[in-house]
């Protein structure tokens, strides 16, 4: 990770996430997060991590709102590796601990 900056925009209630059906918006890595992070590396590019848990309001509102913004996407999707993550499923406990 000595060449990645992991940015952590957003802590533990953000939204889950998908790219929209046009192709506008944030484009979200389906992955695991090592995973994202060679992705990163190998495209010279920064992670954006999003942590956020099934029941959030506010990420409801991101993911319906504010991710498919597509200037936002445009964005966002030229310099980072975007990737969400349920804190409190999968790896994301084990992410919470670390981060």
């Known amino acids: ?3 990645l ?12 996430f998908a790219k929209t059906a046009e192709g506008d918006g944030i ?4 992955g695991t997060f090592k995973q994202a992070l060679a992705k990163a ?3 010279n590019k920064l992670i954006f991590f999003v942590a956020y848990t099934s029941w959030c309001g506010p990420c409801k ?3 319906t709102k504010v991710f498919p913004d597509k200037e ?17 499923a ?3 406990p084990q992410l919470a601990n670390m981060y």
């Open 41 to 43: 590396k190998k495209e």
């Open 1 to 3: 990770m000595k060449y």
């Open 90 to 92: 999968g790896e994301g």
């Open 27 to 30: 484009e979200f890595f389906h």
């Open 61 to 63: 509102v991101l993911k």
């Open 72 to 88: 936002l996407g445009e964005y966002m999707n030229a310099k980072f590796i975007s990737i969400g993550v349920d804190m409190e």
């Open 5 to 16: 900056a992991l940015t952590f925009l957003l802590s533990i209630s953000l939204a889950s």
